[in-house]
């Protein structure tokens, strides 16, 4: 999960096309990067990104899966130095769980008709997002279940535990 620190101070500074450009021009570049490394982009909400790493091989996942955060770290700094509207680089907060998520379609049916999704959803994605919440001035945070699969790949650094919203028992941060 990702998604721009700052956002709301962002869309308050620049006219709405400027900000949407902005954004457009973000995500495509992270589109690319999630896409070069195996994910699909499930989901986007206004500055967020709901990704997925589907690999039967649960290390393959993790290990794509922080490799696309690092690559979209990288198009950053790329994308800043076009984006004459930006006093700095946005910072791009992001936070990977690892584990079995809810896949599928859902239907909500109210009175004036029926709408279908197909999402992720589950405890799984609830705290991938309440990690990237905790990630400031663009880090990458990992759970210990993600941590578990990739310490042998990437150098990372124990945050603490954590009490998340809305999670019973704190849980543990890593940094990559």
């Not at 909400?45 to 290990?63: I, S, W």
């Not at 800043?80 to 769980?97: H, Q, R, S, V």
Request: glycine fraction near 10%.
């Amino acid at each position: 999960y990702g998604d721009i620190e700052g956002y709301t101070g962002l869309c308050e500074k620049l006219v709405g096309k400027e900000t949407g450009a902005i954004i457009e021009k973000h995500f495509s570049a992270f589109m690319e990067a999630i896409y070069m490394h195996n994910g699909d982009v499930n989901e986007t909400a206004g500055d967020g990104l709901m990704v997925l790493f589907l690999n039967e091989n649960e290390q393959t996942n993790a290990r794509d899966a922080v490799r696309a955060a690092l690559a979209i770290k990288e198009e950053n700094v790329k994308i800043f130095e076009e984006c004459t509207a930006l006093y700095k680089p946005l910072d791009i907060n992001m936070g990977i769980n690892s584990g079995k998520a809810l896949v599928g379609a859902s239907k909500f049916d109210t009175y004036s008709g029926s709408r279908w999704t197909y999402t992720a959803s589950g405890q799984l994605t609830n705290i991938a997002a309440r990690i990237g919440a905790q990630a400031t001035r663009g880090k990458i945070f990992l759970s210990k279940s993600t941590r578990d699969r990739v310490k042998d790949v990437f150098p990372l650094q124990h945050k603490g535990a954590f009490q998340l919203k809305n999670v019973s028992k704190k849980i543990d941060i890593y940094e990559v």
